[in-house]
């Protein structure tokens, strides 16, 4: 019998589980959303605002962004 009480309340944990992975799903889903409708408008806009930086300052941010590639790739800090 205690392996049917414990079976019951896996049963129920896994179907609260599922209620709520879908509860999150909704709060994440509408910036997902707008990011894959917008997504040439945004790299338009990301495009211009590089283009509009003075050449060290971009140098600096490419820099940056090889660094941290790097670091997660290799798991090392600089």
Do not use: C, H, V, W
Request: proline letters at 1%.
């Amino acid at each position: 019998m205690e392996i049917q009480n414990l079976l019951d309340e896996i049963k129920s944990l896994r179907e609260e589980n599922e209620k709520l992975k879908k509860q999150l799903e909704i709060y994440y889903n509408p910036q997902k959303e707008y990011y894959q409708k917008n997504k040439q408008i945004i790299k338009e806009k990301a495009l211009q605002r590089l283009a509009s930086l003075d050449k060290e300052k971009l140098k600096e941010y490419r820099r940056n962004a090889y660094l941290k590639r790097k670091e997660k790739k290799t798991g090392f800090e600089n």
